[in-house]
């Protein structure tokens, strides 16, 4: 293991807290929720209103609901905090989502989607967080065995997409050796 070292003397400026979590609903669909807080340590004056010391300027927060086949079923957007009022014009947008698969390319259909004025900045940055912790939600149980066969052709399992998991390494030849590729010359 690493560790950081001390950090340097410093003065704090801003605060960007992202927070998501995965459930089991009643019904069996899987359910993110995550969310967005943008504070700051001192008073900030935006111009349309004064923002207290440590109160929120951003705190968006989006629900997804998926299936098994990791297919979102329902999608819903909120900005419980914003700097400005309209900023809440955007949130419907999101429904835009159900539909979609949590795969590899979610998030370039993500950015193509709400780029621009098509979306809100701090909405959108939540959504590749909450797909890669949807896929910790479908590989919870370390089998890799069933995953969906209707699928996509891509990458369906953590294997191979990380320096520690990578096929011909020695986590996948140890644990996962139907999956190990011998290293090339």
């Given at each position: 293991?690493?560790?950081?070292?001390?950090?340097?003397?410093?003065?704090?400026?801003?605060?960007?807290?992202?927070?998501?979590?995965?459930?089991?609903?009643?019904?069996?669909?899987?359910?993110?929720?995550?969310?967005?807080?943008?504070?700051?340590?001192?008073?900030?004056?935006?111009?349309?209103?004064?923002?207290?010391?440590?109160?929120?300027?951003?705190?968006?927060?989006?629900?997804?609901?998926?299936?098994?086949?990791?297919?979102?079923?329902?999608?819903?957007?909120?900005?419980?905090?914003?700097?400005?009022?309209?900023?809440s014009g955007v949130e419907a947008?999101?429904?835009?989502?159900?539909?979609?698969?949590?795969?590899?390319?979610?998030?370039?259909?993500?950015?193509?989607?709400?780029?621009?004025i098509a979306g809100c900045t701090?909405?959108?940055?939540?959504?590749?967080?909450?797909?890669?912790?949807?896929?910790?939600?479908?590989?919870?149980?370390?089998?890799?065995?069933?995953?969906?066969?209707?699928?996509?052709?891509?990458?369906?399992?953590?294997?191979?997409?990380?320096?520690?998991?990578?096929?011909?390494?020695?986590?996948?030849?140890?644990?996962f050796p139907q999956f190990h590729?011998?290293?090339?010359?």
């Open positions: 293991m690493s560790h950081a070292p001390p950090p340097s003397a410093r003065t704090p400026l801003h605060s960007r807290r992202i927070h998501c979590e995965g459930f089991r609903r009643e019904d069996g669909l899987l359910e993110l929720e995550a969310t967005l807080i943008d504070t700051k340590p001192m008073p900030l004056q935006l111009v349309s209103r004064m923002v207290p010391a440590e109160e929120p300027i951003h705190q968006m927060r989006v629900r997804l609901v998926l299936n098994a086949q990791r297919e979102i079923v329902d999608a819903s957007a909120f900005s419980e905090h914003a700097p400005y009022l309209t900023c947008a999101y429904r835009q989502l159900i539909g979609l698969r949590i795969e590899p390319g979610f998030t370039q259909q993500v950015k193509r989607l709400f780029r621009g701090h909405i959108t940055e939540l959504l590749p967080v909450m797909a890669s912790t949807a896929f910790q939600l479908f590989w919870a149980d370390g089998s890799f065995a069933a995953q969906d066969a209707r699928a996509s052709e891509q990458r369906q399992t953590p294997l191979g997409g990380c320096h520690a998991l990578r096929l011909d390494g020695e986590v996948v030849r140890t644990y590729k011998t290293p090339s010359p």
